[in-house]
C-alpha cells in the first residue's frame, strides 16, 4: 500500500466524518465539514499528483480513485437529501448513471477491454465536486461565521444556495451526458454477445 493509495482511500472515512458532521448542530461542526471535504477533494487531486510524479501508477489505484470519488460524493449527496437540501430523484439520476456505468466497465473488462476516464466523466465530477462545495458552504457561513461575527448572513447564504442547486443540476446534465457518450462509444464492446 503506498502513499496514493492510502491517500485515496481515506476519502471512504472522511466522507462519513463529513455526513456525521453534516448533521450535528453544534458550532462549528458545519465548517469542519465544510474544511474535511475540501482536504478531500485537495486530495483527490494529490493521490494522482503524487502517484505520476513517482510513477507509482497501477490498476488498483485508477480503479479505488473513480470508486472513492464516486462513494465519497454520492454519500454526501445522499445526506443532502435526508437533510432536505436536494431532491432524492436528482441524486436518483446521478445513481443510476453510476451503476450503469460501473455495470458497463466490467462487462468491458471481462472482455478485456479497459473503458478509460473520459473528458465527460472527469467534468462531471469537478462540477459535482464543486456544487457539493457551494452547498456545504451555506451553512458553515449561516450558522458558525454569522455566529462568531454576529452578522446576519441570510441574504447571501441564499443566493450561495441557489448557486449551488444551479450547478448540481449543470452536474446532472454532465452526469447523462457523459454516460450517454460511454454507452455509444463502447456499445458494441457492452452489447456483442459474442466473447
Same mark, same amino acid.
Given at each position: =500500500?503506498?502513499?496514493?493509495?492510502?491517500?485515496?482511500?481515506?476519502?471512504?472515512?472522511? =466522507? #462519513?466524518?463529513?455526513?456525521?458532521?453534516?448533521?450535528?448542530?453544534?458550532? $462549528?461542526?458545519? %465548517?469542519?465539514? #465544510?474544511?474535511?471535504?475540501?482536504?478531500?477533494?485537495?486530495?483527490?487531486?494529490?493521490?494522482?499528483?503524487?502517484?505520476?510524479? *513517482? &510513477?507509482?501508477?497501477?490498476? #488498483?489505484?485508477?480503479? =479505488?480513485?473513480?470508486?472513492?470519488?464516486?462513494?465519497?460524493?454520492?454519500?454526501? =449527496?445522499?445526506?443532502?437529501?435526508?437533510?432536505? %437540501?436536494?431532491?432524492?430523484?436528482?441524486?436518483?439520476?446521478?445513481?443510476?448513471?453510476? #451503476?450503469?456505468?460501473?455495470?458497463?466497465?466490467?462487462?468491458?473488462?471481462?472482455?478485456?477491454?479497459?473503458?478509460?476516464?473520459?473528458?465527460? $466523466? &472527469?467534468? &462531471?465530477?469537478?462540477?459535482?465536486?464543486?456544487?457539493?462545495?457551494?452547498?456545504?458552504?451555506?451553512?458553515?457561513? *449561516?450558522?458558525?461565521?454569522? +455566529?462568531?461575527?454576529?452578522?446576519?448572513?441570510?441574504? +447571501? $447564504?441564499?443566493?450561495?444556495?441557489?448557486? $449551488?442547486?444551479?450547478?448540481?443540476?449543470?452536474?446532472?446534465?454532465?452526469?447523462?451526458?457523459?454516460?450517454?457518450? +460511454?454507452?455509444?462509444?463502447?456499445?458494441?464492446?457492452?452489447?456483442?454477445?459474442? %466473447?
Amino acid at each position: =500500500m503506498n502513499l496514493p493509495n492510502l491517500i485515496t482511500l481515506s476519502r471512504i472515512p472522511l =466522507m #462519513f466524518l463529513v455526513v456525521w458532521l453534516m448533521y450535528e448542530g453544534w458550532t $462549528g461542526a458545519a %465548517t469542519l465539514a #465544510f474544511w474535511l471535504f475540501i482536504l478531500a477533494a485537495v486530495g483527490d487531486w494529490l493521490d494522482g499528483y503524487i502517484a505520476r510524479k *513517482q &510513477k507509482l501508477i497501477s490498476t #488498483f489505484g485508477k480503479f =479505488m480513485d473513480a470508486l472513492t470519488d464516486k462513494i465519497f460524493v454520492i454519500g454526501i =449527496m445522499i445526506a443532502f437529501v435526508e437533510l432536505g %437540501t436536494l431532491p432524492v430523484y436528482w441524486v436518483l439520476i446521478v445513481l443510476c448513471r453510476e #451503476f450503469l456505468i460501473s455495470g458497463m466497465r466490467m462487462m468491458a473488462a471481462a472482455k478485456g477491454v479497459v473503458v478509460a476516464a473520459e473528458r465527460g $466523466g &472527469k467534468t &462531471k465530477t469537478l462540477t459535482q465536486l464543486i456544487a457539493v462545495g457551494f452547498l456545504l458552504f451555506v451553512p458553515m457561513l *449561516q450558522n458558525d461565521v454569522a +455566529y462568531w461575527l454576529r452578522l446576519d448572513f441570510s441574504p +447571501y $447564504g441564499s443566493y450561495i444556495h441557489y448557486t $449551488g442547486l444551479g450547478l448540481f443540476v449543470m452536474g446532472m446534465y454532465f452526469t447523462v451526458r457523459s454516460g450517454w457518450d +460511454y454507452i455509444v462509444k463502447y456499445r458494441a464492446v457492452v452489447f456483442d454477445e459474442q %466473447t
